[in-house]
């Protein structure tokens, strides 16, 4: 998605900020040792986001994906180890909303309000910036409208979003990150349960959003394919350790995933486009390789 065509996607026009910013950010997690009440499920991990650039957490369920990224967002307290930004300041000191003002975080899941629109709802985004009485937010109106912009939402500004479908009800709280306009935009499996359609569109926002508008990106996502394609960077987990990170092409080889999701993958470049694929071999596609009836 480096590389690809992205005319005619919602969203895709280019848009800057109308506003100033506080420029980008970049965050990293420095030795990390995270665990729930008992044994660490994380064990110092390093990983590092970089500003105008996507960076992939990826690794099999339990390896400790989403307990990383949810330590990047304060989310989760590290026993040991620092969160800190690129000037070297630890993120784990700051004030709320100062927090929330470099750093956003899209999570699994969210409940859905009722009659609530979508204008609305992005404009939650702007909490860290109002006031007590909700006032005193002078570049509101104008990030609230780029981050609808950006995500191709606009012309459903009105609409209620427990209305929306689920493709579209994930662009809305995109956008509502967006309307908080950090530097450090954090996503956990925002693809997941979409349409291929709506993963596509998801994943080449994201795309634009590190190489137009600079912004630093961290993303758990389950789709080695996925994560090829659109991250510069690949973070790979195993049983709470990080065993390998850097360009996909350099992590993604077949002995490596094979250890780690415990079932063979093959490994190829897609001649079209350069990219890394995965594939699982299971016994009936291992058959059909071998030429035998399945």
Not at 158 to 175: I, T
Not at 201 to 211: N, S
Not at 254 to 268: F, K, M, S
Request: aromatic residues 4%; contains cysteine.
């Amino acid at each position: 998605m480096r590389d690809n065509d992205r005319s005619g996607a919602p969203g895709q026009s280019g848009a800057k900020r109308a506003f100033e910013r506080g420029g980008t950010d970049g965050l990293r997690g420095d030795r990390l040792t995270l665990g729930y009440h008992g044994p660490a499920v994380v064990h110092e991990a390093s990983i590092v986001v970089t500003a105008g650039a996507v960076t992939a957490l990826v690794g099999p369920n339990g390896s400790g994906k989403s307990t990383l990224l949810r330590a990047l967002a304060r989310l989760h307290r590290p026993s040991t180890g620092d969160v800190l930004f690129d000037d070297g300041s630890s993120a784990l000191t700051l004030q709320a909303k100062d927090f929330a003002k470099r750093v956003t975080l899209l999570a699994q899941s969210r409940p859905t309000p009722s009659g609530v629109t979508v204008h609305d709802v992005v404009g939650y985004g702007r909490h860290p910036y109002r006031g007590r009485w909700g006032r005193d937010d002078a570049d509101g109106v104008r990030a609230v409208a780029w981050a609808m912009e950006v995500t191709g939402i606009t012309a459903m500004a009105e609409r209620p979003v427990d209305e929306l479908s689920g493709g579209e009800l994930q662009r809305v709280w995109l956008a509502t990150c967006l309307a908080q306009d950090t530097g450090v935009l954090l996503l956990d499996e925002p693809t997941t349960f979409l349409d291929l359609r709506y993963q596509v569109e998801i994943l080449d926002l994201v795309r634009d959003l590190a190489d137009d508008h600079g912004v630093a990106v961290g993303i758990v996502l389950h789709d080695l394919n996925h994560a090829a394609a659109v991250a510069d960077r690949v973070v790979l987990l195993q049983n709470g350790k990080v065993v390998a990170a850097g360009d996909p092409a350099d992590v993604f080889t077949p002995q490596r995933l094979t250890a780690a999701y415990g079932i063979e993958v093959d490994v190829a470049v897609d001649p079209s486009t350069g990219l890394v694929t995965t594939r699982p071999v299971g016994r009936h596609t291992k058959r059909a390789l071998q030429g035998e009836s399945i």
